[in-house]
């Protein structure tokens, strides 16, 4: 067509930062984690190094940085099921024909996904204190001996995870809201007609329909929460006993403290990696169940 | 769907209990900061806690901005978020036209690309970039947080989308009368994009001043601080002052929530855009 210049002038602008502040961060980021950038070569980088791959293999040495990686895991396996399973219960509410003042319900439950993570990240501290803390308080109540949530290691990453949930639930929440809303009808009337019960429409009818969402969900929200940093950065400093460090906290601690900006580099990989191949078994599985 | 067909009055007090019960736990650590801002030093330090404020006192958000420098933080998340809005929703919006409506060499290819790019945490590129930005003199400076925010994959990527449906006979009868292509983008495409432009706005806005880990690096002159960051900072060094750190969190979450309250229907609306449709 006769404006072939001008659609680039559309998108270069856009292009140009992607490429050298995105794409050419991360190819320079994998050449990084082969090299030995440290504090010394920050200063000159005649004192750079290639090393190959001797960041990731000290790094499989490393016992806080399989600590991190645990704690992440944890945070990961118990928080996003934990997670999702609210945001369903939240959705199936909401969508409930019986609901009154729905606009405000859905308003009210999605409050928390849009404050700042810093600002709320300090209020629970707070609702979180062994002392003065509403939660312990409440479970006073109910005759619950105190907790201390976040100085007690057993107890520090079980806190983030409430507090995440808390914090994010909503989102998926109106995403699910979404695909029920865009159910047809006419399915479930089917169904009523052939005698379904609620739970066998629920079964038969909502989840497959849900199927390709909840799958999207699922590996958005997993991805998302891999990448723990600013909870434990503000409540815990990856504290007690370094049950809160995660993998990114490790990651600025290693690049950003230490300056040791190779090995810092060589965990955001593994990082990325492990996102990576997490989010590819999960679209195979979704792939192979909707074939089945 | 309809939870229980049998007994409704049960069924709906039932269902109307839970979200009030959840509508609580959402609300109350939102409300409790508030009132807990306003309490006098050292209130909120006792057993029970107190929930309303003995006596209303403005105290802390003095504090803040006479000895904190709240206010300077206050400047420089609020020129960030304009800065950043603007600059990355006219790259995108531009972008994102472009790939849907216009056509040039290896388009389809480019886009593809840029997708596959999605699934790169933006933590990967980290390291590496604050080295860049360190060659270019941008760290420690407003630019740090503002040149690599200027275009997003995902925004392209959600503009695209919205783009596709709009009619070519449009851009037709634009071109036939003779106007050239930035006139087609200013007076026709764009009133047509403005829903997405303004979701765009939104979504660009709040993640941009809740934005904490890119800051906390790129910025270490604490004249230059966000307000989140400079909350963090200041809540390691105050873990004692309840009521000032409330306040502190209402001056940095309140403002968003309020943009969010006004503007909420485009929020969620953009939420269900990126996903159910993509």
């Given amino acids: 067509m006769r404006n072939v210049g001008a659609a680039w002038c559309f998108v270069a602008p856009a292009l140009l930062v992607i490429a050298v502040f995105f794409f050419l961060p991360v190819v320079a980021g994998l050449a990084m984690s082969l090299t030995d950038f440290d504090i010394y070569a920050l200063a000159d980088s005649g004192n750079l190094r290639l090393v190959g791959l001797q960041n990731y293999a000290q790094l499989l040495q490393t016992p806080l940085f399989w600590q991190a990686f645990g704690n992440t895991l944890y945070f990961v396996v118990v928080g996003v099921p934990l997670s999702i399973t609210v945001s369903f219960g939240a959705a199936l509410l909401l969508h409930s024909r019986l609901v009154k003042f729905q606009a405000f319900f859905r308003t009210a439950l999605f409050a928390p996904v849009v404050t700042t993570l810093v600002a709320v990240a300090v209020i629970w501290r707070y609702l979180f204190h062994p002392h003065y803390g509403l939660l312990n308080y409440a479970l006073g109540l109910l005759g619950i001996p105190p907790i201390d949530w976040l100085g007690d290691p057993h107890w520090a990453m079980p806190a983030i995870i409430v507090f995440a949930v808390w914090k994010n639930f909503g989102y998926n929440m109106i995403i699910l809201l979404a695909g029920l809303q865009s159910i047809p009808g006419q399915l479930y009337e089917a169904a009523r007609i052939d005698g379904a019960s609620m739970w066998q429409q629920f079964r038969h009818v909502t989840l497959p329909m849900l199927a390709p969402i909840v799958t999207m969900v699922n590996i958005l929200t997993i991805a998302g929460y891999f990448q723990l940093f600013a909870e434990p950065y503000v409540m815990t400093q990856g504290g007690p006993l370094q049950s809160t460090v995660s993998v990114l906290y490790f990651m600025y601690e290693e690049g950003f403290k230490w300056w040791n900006l190779g090995s810092a580099s060589a965990v955001a990989f593994v990082l990325f990696l492990f996102i990576f191949c997490v989010t590819a078994v999960q679209l195979r599985l979704a792939r192979w169940q909707s074939a089945a | ?278």
């Avoid at chain 2, 603007?86 to 290896?106: I, M, P």
């Avoid at chain 2, 306040?247 to 309250?261: E, I, K, M, R, Y």
């Fill in chain 2, 1 to 278: 769907m309809a939870v229980c067909r049998v007994r409704p009055g049960l069924a709906g007090l039932l269902v109307n209990g839970l979200l009030l019960g959840g509508a609580t736990i959402t609300l109350l650590p939102l409300v409790w900061m508030v009132s807990v801002s306003l309490m006098s030093p050292g209130e909120a330090s006792a057993f029970p806690p107190p929930l309303l404020p003995g006596r209303v006192t403005f105290a802390n958000y003095r504090e803040l901005f006479a000895h904190a420098g709240m206010g300077r933080y206050l400047v420089n998340s609020v020129v960030l978020t304009i800065v950043v809005t603007l600059v990355s929703v006219l790259f995108n919006v531009a972008a994102g036209y472009a790939f849907a409506k216009l056509r040039f060499a290896g388009r389809d290819r480019i886009f593809k690309v840029l997708l596959g790019a999605l699934v790169i945490p933006s933590q990967v590129a980290m390291v590496p970039l604050f080295l860049l930005l360190k060659q270019l003199g941008l760290v420690n400076t407003y630019g740090g947080v503002i040149v690599p925010a200027m275009a997003g994959i995902f925004g392209i990527f959600v503009v695209r989308q919205y783009a596709l449906s709009i009619p070519d006979d449009l851009l037709e009868a634009a071109r036939i009368d003779g106007a050239n292509e930035f006139r087609i983008f200013r007076s026709v495409i764009v009133p047509v994009l403005k829903p997405i432009v303004v979701t765009l706005a939104v979504f660009t806005s709040l993640g941009t001043w809740n934005d904490f880990m890119w800051p906390l690096i790129v910025l270490n002159d604490s004249e230059l601080y966000t307000l989140p960051v400079a909350l963090a900072s200041l809540s390691r060094e105050h873990v004692q002052d309840n009521e000032l750190m409330m306040a502190g969190s209402v001056l940095t979450t309140l403002p968003v929530l309020l943009v969010f309250l006004v503007l909420q229907r485009y929020y969620i609306e953009g939420l269900t855009l990126g996903s159910v449709k993509g």
